[in-house]
């Protein structure tokens, strides 16, 4: 099975661009959970996506949002780009089933966002 | 609030030795899951194991041992024999029920960087 992929793999933005990233998970997965890694506040939680909803939301600013597609790939976005939001951010995709017995969360590779 | 907490922040060995990285976690759930995940320097996180809160077994797979003591809240990983294959940061989480049903994030520790030297 193909595992989980992100484009870009690497992207150069400068300061109040907008900026869109994709995943695409693991076939048959349908939940997609977005993460952001910076070397100061480290791994992060942004949202979750399940079904074309947002089932779940971290604790940041409305600036990042996401969207999911009916073939379960995902996109988020991040408008008005800060410096701060230079990061990796990493896709995680899961079955979704209720409860937590059968889930685990796999990641992609990333997309290394640098603002400027 | 859900914590984890890695109090190891790099560790060096040489090629053969055996390492133990510590979590420790704190949590008011009393259903939840433990995991540890690889993160190479090619940045993509691999999973490793998942554990959940009813099972204190400990689990050997290969070199890779983990130690579930719900008593202290922690859950140790050990590398026997390290290899510089090895060397990566290492991550421990903890899962979160999240605000919809069947939903659930994970909260990571900070991460312990294991450079294994030849």
């Known amino acids: 099975k193909a595992g989980v992929t992100q484009t870009p793999r690497y992207l150069i933005k400068t300061r109040g661009q907008q900026v869109t990233l994709s995943c695409s998970p693991i076939s048959g997965h349908r939940s997609v959970s977005w993460y952001q890694q910076t070397p100061g506040q480290g791994l992060q939680f942004l949202f979750e996506?399940?079904?074309?909803?947002?089932?779940n939301k971290g604790n940041f600013p409305g600036r990042f949002s996401g969207r999911q597609f009916s073939n379960s790939r995902s996109e988020m976005n991040v408008s008005t780009l800060e410096l701060g939001d230079s990061a990796l951010y990493l896709c995680a995709s899961s079955l979704g089933l209720a409860g937590l017995a059968t889930d685990t969360q796999y990641f992609g590779p990333g997309t290394r966002l640098t603002v400027l | 609030a859900q914590k984890v907490t890695q109090a190891q922040t790099e560790i060096s060995v040489v090629e053969k030795e055996d390492v133990t990285l510590d979590c420790v976690y704190e949590t008011r759930d009393t259903t939840y899951y433990l995991f540890w995940y690889k993160q190479p320097p090619s940045g993509e996180l691999v999973f490793l194991i998942r554990r959940n809160s009813f099972d204190e077994q400990n689990e050997i797979s290969g070199r890779y041992s983990w130690n579930f003591q719900k008593s202290t809240s922690s859950f140790n990983f050990t590398i026997t024999a390290s290899q510089v294959v090895d060397s990566a940061v290492y991550f421990c989480a903890l899962s979160e029920v999240g605000s919809g049903a069947g939903s659930y994030q994970l909260t990571f520790g900070k991460g312990t960087k294991l450079s294994v030297i030849p």
């Open positions: 996506y399940f079904s074309e909803t947002q089932r």
